[in-house]
Nanobody, 128 residues
Framework: QVQLVESGGGSVQAGGSLRLSCAAS????????MAWFRQAPGKEREGVAA????????FYSDSVKGRFTLSQDNAKNTVYLQMNSLKPEDTAMYYC?????????????????????WGQGTQVTVSS
């Protein structure tokens, strides 16, 4: 059973930065797709970033490209989402997802129901 635990959320002002962490247990992150989805109040859950840890290939949604950066630490079985230049519209609950493949980035467009392993989420609030 894969368990994912997110941390690093918080409240920041617009223009600020946060780094989210997703620690995995029960499976290695070294050859899987680790993705971040987010859900704002009243909105559908959306994919924002994914990394295939076997190759280091990364994928980003247009809304975060150039501002968010993924990285991995295989020794800690952890992936990180560095979020810079945060905007109020980035306010959401952020969830970590583990999947066998990033499907060339298509994972970010998949329905949440199609993804098996989820963390409990960490809240990010950006004030203007």
């Amino acid at each position: 059973q894969v368990q994912l635990v997110e941390s690093g959320g918080g409240s920041v002002q617009a223009g600020g930065s946060l780094r989210l962490s997703c620690a995995a247990s029960g499976a290695t992150v070294s050859s899987n797709c680790m993705a971040w989805f987010r859900q704002a109040p009243g909105k559908e859950r959306e994919g924002v970033a994914a990394i295939f840890t076997g190759s280091g290939s990364t994928f980003y949604s247009d809304s975060v490209k150039g501002r968010f950066t993924l990285s991995q630490d295989n020794a800690k079985n952890t992936v990180y989402l560095q979020m810079n230049s945060l905007k109020p519209e980035d306010t959401a609950m952020y969830y970590c997802v583990a999947q066998g493949s990033c499907y060339g980035g298509v994972i970010l467009s998949l329905s949440p129901a199609a993804l098996r392993y989820w963390g409990q989420g960490t809240q990010v609030t950006v004030s203007s």
